[in-house]
């Protein structure tokens, strides 16, 4: 079995309502897609970004060489991108968007289920939290807590909401209606998105601390270890992070340093199943755990559910659970077309669980019809 062509998409689509967070304002989501076809017509799926890496550098390094052998396909990539000092940004990206085509390709051509191919389930499915609550028009104070009870009424167990767009007595204000909102007992995060110094991560830590959030996500720069350090060490709350970074050796410092509490690499950008299983072990190794960052189209996320589900527990427990021992995925609410519509099921969750897959690859089915519409 050879790889005979390889396909990029770049998906576009228009979204209400626009939203914002600490870095900017949408109206539109995006993702790219890549498509491996084998000279016997076998076909897999992927997704990361950088179409134009992928067409000109990477394809023409894995025509014709056999899916099954990832491994050294992923080296031979990497070699090239490594080589040329550019594997950081969107050729990590690149790179993770054809890993998971193969995994995808394998899958099918053995007839097993990624996770199967990872070595096996732990779980047989997967705790979820809401991601949402985003800065949106006219939101506050009805739209906003409307939106979160509506998670409650779903069965969401937790949620994720944005601080860092606003002065900092706003965000706290936005976060303390939310938590009387949604009551006691349902997990509320924040994400700053690198929106803020250690000073003022600190000092608006200190004041949402009292409101029992289970981790403040990406509070200072995604490279600056230091100011990491700084504020968990100041900070009662778990401090997340990790979305931002490719491969192990990005890795490496923040989870041997202990500057994550959570580690939330992105498969689609940190190398791709391959890459982020050896992040994972790297994290519990470390006694670290690991709740993956999740933002793009069911393949993505069907990635993501198969790694996930071979986690083992952040330690071992008699009863692991969710936020303590078990892994919690992210599970975007944002508006979607390319979410809801390029696989033929989009995943919904039940008792905030997503089911992991249970057909070969990837198991979900792409709707190539929609691919080519949303393609720009």
């Known amino acids: 079995m050879k790889i005979a062509s390889v396909e990029t998409f770049n998906l576009r689509c228009d ?31 992927g997704e990361g ?35 040329a000092n550019i594997f950081v940004g969107l050729a990590g990206s690149a790179l993770s968007a054809i890993d998971i085509a193969l995994w995808d390709l394998a899958g099918k051509a053995t007839g097993l289920p990624a996770h199967a191919l990872l070595g096996g389930k ?32 779903q ?22 209606a939310l938590r009387e909102a949604i009551g006691p007992d349902v997990r509320l995060m924040v994400d700053a998105n690198e929106a803020y110094n250690a000073t003022t991560a600190i000092r608006i830590g200190h004041k949402l601390a009292e409101l029992d959030l289970m981790w403040f996500e990406e509070p200072v720069n995604a490279q600056d270890i230091e100011a990491y350090l700084q504020v968990k060490d100041a900070l009662p709350m778990a401090i997340a992070g990790g979305e931002n970074l490719r491969t ?19 498969i689609m950008h940190c ?13 519990n190794a470390h006694g670290v755990q690991v709740n993956p960052h999740v933002w793009g189209s069911p ?23 969710p936020y303590a021992q078990e892994p919690v995925m992210e599970f975007d609410r944002t508006p979607s077309t390319i979410r809801q519509q390029v ?34």
């Not at 890795?251 to 939330?264: M, T, V």
Request: charged share 25%.
């Open 15 to 45: 979204i209400e309502p626009s939203f914002g967070w600490s870095q900017g304002w949408v109206d539109q989501r995006a993702t790219t897609l890549v498509k491996i076809t084998t000279e016997d017509g076998l076909v897999g799926w």
């Open 49 to 83: 970004a950088a179409a134009s890496l992928i067409d000109e550098l990477l394809a023409p390094l894995i025509i014709g060489g056999d899916p099954m052998q990832r491994a050294g396909l992923w080296e031979r990539m990497f070699h090239a991108l490594y080589n």
């Open 122 to 153: 732990v779980r047989d499915r997967v705790a979820v939290y809401a991601t949402g609550l985003y800065y949106t028009e006219g939101e506050f104070p009805d739209r906003l807590l409307n939106e979160a009870r509506s998670y409650v009424e």
């Open 155 to 176: 069965g969401f167990t937790g949620m994720k909401t944005k601080v860092g767009g606003l002065t900092v007595e706003e965000d706290v204000r936005r976060v303390r």
């Open 248 to 266: 192990r050796f990005e890795f490496k410092d923040y989870l041997a340093r202990r500057a994550y509490d959570i580690a939330q690499p992105d």
């Open 271 to 283: 190398g791709g199943i391959t890459e982020m299983a050896r992040i994972c072990a790297m994290a």
């Open 299 to 321: 393949i993505m996320i069907a990635a993501t559910l198969h790694l996930t589900a071979t986690l083992p527990p952040c330690p071992t427990a008699r009863d692991p659970q």
């Open 343 to 376: 696989c033929s099921k989009p995943f919904d969750q039940r008792d905030s669980y997503i089911q992991v897959p249970q057909g070969p690859g990837l198991g979900v089915e792409v709707d190539e019809y929609v691919v080519r519409d949303l393609s720009i």
